[in-house]
């Protein structure tokens, strides 16, 4: 599978921005999803992550309540809408894909559990 992140851009502190990730190619269904960011001197770090179905989703401490993720198998896409926004979260945001023929409903918090990844979208948060 392929997947292209977009949405990124500048913003000033307390403002909002939504990510979107689309996938090619096989069944989106198949795959849990994740967003993770890399911001410069800092290990990458997951942000949020979805089941396949949706039904259950992760976010990182530092953005609950401002963060959220959510899908369209219908479309192909993963969304991360960011409120509140902050000059910490300033970063290089990937959306990732996980491969699940499970049939669960398990959402992936370890990036080396994640198959495919994307190539990026620029967030900066000004001050």
Not at 67 to 82: C, G, P
Request: proline share 2%; charged share 20%; glycine share 10%.
């Amino acid at each position: 599978v392929q997947l292209q992140a977009c949405g990124g851009g500048l913003v000033q502190a307390g403002g909002s921005l939504r990510l979107s990730c689309t996938a090619s190619g096989r069944t989106f269904s198949n795959y849990a999803m994740g967003w993770f960011r890399l911001a410069p001197g800092k290990e990458r770090e997951l942000v949020a992550a979805i089941s396949w179905s949706g039904s259950n989703t992760y976010h990182v401490d530092s953005v609950k309540g401002r963060f959220t993720i959510s899908r369209d198998n219908a479309k192909k896409q993963v969304y991360l809408q960011m409120n509140s926004l902050k000059p910490e979260d300033t970063a290089v945001y990937y959306c990732a894909a996980k491969t699940d023929y499970s049939g669960s409903y398990n959402f992936f918090i370890d990036d080396e559990e994640y198959d495919y990844w994307g190539q990026g979208t620029q967030v900066t948060v000004s001050s």
